[in-house]
């Protein structure tokens, strides 16, 4: 059997080794100290965005900026439906309802054009939107200035979910600009990646202080522990930051290599009847996290779950695209704003290996296994 090509795996090198081992021998291994700060900082500045602070996870950067709202039943959060559950179950945990909506074709992200339907399918149940939490799917950036318009017509904030995002730009602005605050993932299968991690960034300096206090367990400045409110224990490890402070180093050769990967599926693959892939929409940098194909049911030969198998008998990775949070069995009775896009995308969808330390030889064979099985 051939060595196994995974989806995503992590790409780490001498210096995330170098800086791991440094703060380990300086004695910096809990959520305190200059290692975190650095990666904090340095994060920020690599989004353009003021302020920062490192998190447990994509997701808990999430929380916290929905647990600032003070949400309560009655309230609702609006979200795109196809997305990772990461980004839509702190609405749950914060208390409100979710109403989902549909995704653009050409970008796959949150249709700005469904979201009055989308107030006005929350009011007629009686909920009030708090929140308006779209998300940069596979590493292409939403259409952040068409959302905010909508919006801010109605006060109601934009919390961008930018956890797939880390590297792409929109406009030449880079993932997390144009909201109130935005939240980044360092996961295991990331562009970058902190082993486990997350970073929430805005330009709000009172909101991430107040982030990082809840994230701290709302500890107040007493020599014991003293407490107001309940908090969360959500800060980053320093051996975690620094990692992420050696990764955010290369991070723009990471996007370039993850690019380069999607530009060689495409001279290997575009030609098979069928088959195409998730597209970058006007004004964007795609940074392709994951290259994502479609099979269509009417050209080609294999379905998603049978390539897969396929795949998976050649010892290569894949996985479905994300199934859309409406047909999930958790979100039954939430709200849904159109969904025929999210479903097709869905129903077509397969991720390939695209992780930024994977040779070509590797790309190579992928494609191979592809062009074998859907000409078979």
Known sequence: MSERIPLSAPDMGEAERRLLLETYDAGWVSSVGPVVERFEREFAASVGLAHATAVASGTAALHLALAMLDLRPGDAV????????????????????????????????????????????????????????????????????AIRAVADARGVPVILDSAEAVGATLNGRPAGQGALAAAYSFNGNKIITTGGGGMLASDDAALIARARYLATAARQPAVHYEHTEAGFNYRLSSLSAA?????????????????????????????????????????????RWLTVIQLDPGAATTRPLELMKALEAANIESRPAWKPMHLQPVFADAPMIGGAVAGRIYDRGLCLPSGSGLTDADIDRVCAAIRQTLEA
Do not use: K, M
Request: some cysteine; hydrophobic content about 45%; proline content about 7%.
């Open 243 to 287: 990692v992420g402070v050696a990764q955010l180093q290369s991070l723009e050769a990471r996007v370039a290599r993850r690019r380069a990967i999607f530009d060689r599926y495409v001279a290997a693959l575009g030609d098979l009847p069928g088959l195409s892939f998730a597209p970058e929409a006007p004004g964007r940098r795609h940074s």
């Open 78 to 145: 609006i979200a795109p439906s196809l997305t990772f559950i990461g980004g839509v179950a702190p609405i749950l945990h914060a208390g409100a309802t979710p109403i989902f909506v549909d995704v653009e074709a050409d970008s796959w992200n949150l249709d700005p054009r469904l979201l009055d339907d989308a107030f006005i399918r929350a009011e007629a149940q009686g909920l009030t939107v708090r929140a308006v939490v779209p998300a940069d799917l596979y590493g292409q950036c939403c259409d952040i200035d």
